[in-house]
């Protein structure tokens, strides 16, 4: 049995995958299961993960079409089974995945858009149910697909290596953090395509909640973020007139997860490094706007959602187009008007 999963959409997607690919390794211990990846993170967490035979990377949007579709059929006829990680509602993945031609090939029949994003393509449908998470999605997704039963639902899988621990380790060292001042990780970013900068709260409120959880609590703030929210940062770390504000910088995700691990709290938007502090089993405050909460919560770990739960929430679903908002009041309402001391008191109830 030869099974491929196309993970090509971001970090935490992938990670959501992971409970279902450990279910099918359970059933299926022989499996050969290769990953098809189309972004570094997803790569560099999946090449951790002994589940994996082999995981492939391969820039679909940087190679353009013409050599994408030498890529793939040299793929084709290798697989038994395929299937397109949740969510991945878009017409490309759909058909990448014809193109690949597995006999069996399983994807979400999506609410909105699956004709045009053709979802019919697959051969193996699951009904997209907004009342589940995306893990629940993905394991019903397997479970179809390879007709096995099950009622368990593992955690996240994100394994630290030697040197991620260690990194942790002589940096919390390094700062002083070694005493018994709680330790809180922010992470003020997410991905930012298709306007879904507008699902981030505040650099001004980030830098205000840590400014309040310092002076109430004592608490050592670290500040996550990828390279290329390295602005983000800083315009937060000046915010704060403290020693207890501190950037952090790793070199991957595994020594940034390793970091989280030593956490105290994890305050984040709703981005991947909030599934990696679901994956470490950390206490997760989510800081969330227009997504469905029930998509996305941590998986697996203690949580507690902050959200106004406005009355046009969520407006956020799995699409190809563009975030919007059609509210005529204030533009992305859900975020803007979440106020600090609703995470504040989050984050205390945690201490």
Known sequence: MKILVLALSGIGDALMFTPALELTKQHFPQAEIDALVMFKGVEDIYKRIPRFNKVMYFDFMKEGAFNSLKYVLKLRGKYDYSVNAYPSNRKEYNIIQFLIGAAERAGIEYLRGNKANFG????????????????????LLMKKMLKFTSDEKPGLIFPLTTNDINTADTYLQEMGLTGTAPIIGFHPGCATLKNHINRRWEPGKFASLA?????????????????????????????????????????????????????????????????????????????????????????????????????????????????????????????????????????????
Not at 123 to 138: G, I, R, S
Not at 315 to 321: E, G
């Open 120 to 139: 019919f393509l697959n051969t193996v449908h699951l009904k997209e149910n907004d009342m589940l998470h995306n893990v629940d999605e993905n394991i």
């Open 211 to 351: 400014s309040k959880l310092i002076a109430q609590t004592g608490a050592k703030i670290l500040l996550f973020g990828g390279p290329e929210e390295e602005e983000l940062k800083q315009l937060i770390h000046s915010g704060v007139n403290s020693a207890n504000c501190l950037l952090t910088k790793q070199r991957n995700l595994g020594e940034s997860a390793a970091l989280i691990a030593k956490c105290d709290v994890f305050v984040t938007n709703d981005s991947s490094l909030m599934h990696a502090a679901s994956a470490m089993k950390r206490k997760v405050v989510a800081i969330i706007g227009p997504t469905n909460t029930t998509y996305i919560h941590p998986w697996k770990t203690d949580y507690k959602i902050v959200s106004l739960h406005l009355e046009c929430s969520p407006c956020f679903f799995y699409s190809p187009k563009p975030l919007l908002c059609k509210r005529e009041d204030v533009r992305f309402k859900c975020i803007k008007e979440l106020d600090v001391d609703m995470v504040f008191n989050a984050v205390q109830e945690f201490l």
